[in-house]
């Protein structure tokens, strides 16, 4: 499995009738989420989301959601919406450090939706406290950041969802390969069963090797 900074999905662009939030922001509005900043494996993934109407029900938090309620939610948004996903592979996240590794993907994930859709939004809304402005070299479009943004509003919600779907779906991938470590389990988090792994085998080559409970086993 290839978790290469340059992989990237790229929906079809949906008809102009966009859902609601552009009035109140002055345009069109993405909603931007990550998944990965915590694992000790795999890649960095995030989504970016134009909504369209009608915009799919019960969008929420993707981590307040079940595995099949969210599966059938990130069909819906990406059957539905605009939608682009940036993805940042392991060696740059050891090279750069998780923070600008998120940065860089969310930069990733907005650059590709404006590919998609031929312009820039009015507004960006990212979950958490911070935005990549003046963080990523590239980041050239205004930004809010949303403390609880995946459950308060619907385009982060649908960025979060696609965003960890997608981050689950290469950890899968990546358990075909590398049973050992339980990754089609935790997808990638250090738990209990894969600290043990990781002391019995080391790291695999889709650790973090910058991540302190790899580091230490590297050392061991």
């Known amino acids: 499995m290839d978790f290469t900074c340059d992989m990237s999905v790229l929906s079809d662009a949906p008809g102009p009738d966009f859902a609601a939030g552009q009035a109140a922001h002055g345009g069109l509005v993405f ?3 990550e998944a990965g900043r915590g694992p000790l494996a795999g890649p960095v993934v995030a989504s970016a989301v134009a909504l369209c109407k009608p915009c799919p029900a019960g969008l929420d938090d993707s981590k307040k959601l079940s595995a099949p309620r969210r599966a059938v939610l990130d069909e819906a948004v990406r059957r539905h919406c605009a939608w682009a996903v940036g993805i940042v592979d392991v060696a740059t996240i050891d090279r ?7 940065m860089l993907a969310m930069t990733e994930a907005v650059e590709r939706l404006c590919q998609v859709l031929g312009c820039d939004p009015a507004k ?3 979950d958490g406290n911070l935005t990549p402005s003046g963080r990523a070299e590239r980041w050239r479009w205004p ?3 949303i403390v609880g943004g ?3 509003e619907p385009a982060i919600s649908a960025a979060s969802i696609v965003a960890k779907q997608w981050r ?4 899968l991938a990546a358990a075909a390969d590398y049973p050992e470590y339980g990754w089609d389990r935790n997808k990638g988090y250090g738990t209990k069963d894969h600290m043990a792994a990781l002391h019995t085998y080391g790291p695999s080559p889709h650790h973090r090797r910058s991540f302190a409970p790899v580091s230490q086993m590297v050392l061991l």
Do not use: K
Request: charged content about 15%; cysteine-free; aromatic content about 4%.
């Open 150 to 152: 995946d459950a308060l």
């Open 168 to 171: 689950d779906r290469m950890m």
């Open 31 to 33: 909603g931007v989420d």
């Open 96 to 102: 750069i450090n998780i923070f600008a590794a998120t």
């Open 124 to 126: 960006v809304l990212i």
């Open 143 to 145: 930004a809010t950041a």
